[in-house]
């Protein structure tokens, strides 16, 4: 299959089956991509913000609570197509992704968080990502203390060296959970099994094909009721 170089051609798969077991006590009817910012879900935010770069394909990887995104989607009309790939079983943030395969026609394919939200320049991320001829880049960010995250260590070409855990309070560069990757990846997740990106695959690929893109946008996630009213005051005012 050869690369696709425009949004408008590569799918944009959007990881929506977190338990959100954090969040709950502000927001338990639902799922936590569903929680609402200024009376609209939060994965719309994301959606309408990837469609501004041209993306029309849109595959949604549901697990908790599912039968709620696709009730709100199903229902909409628009520009952008929107398709479900349905967990009957929590398979993990990679899991889910290779559970989506058969509905991914693009290579290379972006693949995004549903909690968590980094404006960065896309069409620079494409371009990054072909330019290395990358297996998987991932988008960072700059934050001040990377405890609740990891940090990630790159070396002069941007390759991906190493990931830290959580814990080690520290300037540092952390996953904004926004990637793109080549269809190769995909034989490299075991079918129907749970499987992490973050303490799985990536790993495996350190000191490979895997790449780094340094963004300087903010990133925002909305995993606890603090980090949710945080991203909703950020969103607001940038809305305003």
């Known amino acids: 299959m050869s690369l696709v170089h425009e949004p408008k051609g590569i799918d944009a798969v959007l990881l929506c089956g977190g338990l959100g077991k954090r969040l709950r006590e502000v927001v338990n009817d639902r799922p936590k991509v569903m929680a609402e910012i200024d009376g609209r879900p939060f994965l719309d935010v994301l ?128 996953n904004a959970g926004v990637y793109l990757f080549d269809r190769r990846v995909l034989s490299l997740i075991p079918d129907n099994t749970p499987y992490s990106l973050e303490h799985d695959l990536f790993p495996q690929l350190a000191n490979r094909e895997l790449y780094g893109y340094i963004t300087q946008e903010s990133f925002i996630d909305i995993g606890t009721p603090e980090r949710f009213e945080k991203a909703k005051e950020i969103l607001l005012r940038e809305r305003a």
């Open 47 to 174: 959606i309408d913000f990837v469609a501004g770069y041209g993306f029309r394909r849109f595959i949604l990887c549901m697990g908790y609570m599912g039968h709620k995104i696709k009730q709100h989607y199903q229902s909409k009309t628009g520009s952008v197509d929107i398709l479900f790939s349905e967990e009957k079983e929590p398979l993990g943030t990679a899991g889910a992704i290779k559970n989506a395969e058969p509905l991914i026609k693009s290579n290379p394919f972006l693949v995004m968080n549903g909690d968590s939200f980094c404006p960065l320049n896309l069409d620079e991320f494409i371009n990054f990502h072909l330019t290395k001829r990358a297996l998987l880049s991932i988008a960072l960010a700059n934050v001040k203390q990377t405890s609740d995250y990891g940090a990630i260590g790159l070396d002069d070409s941007e390759r991906i060296l190493s990931f830290d855990e959580k814990g080690r309070k520290k300037k540092g560069l952390v």
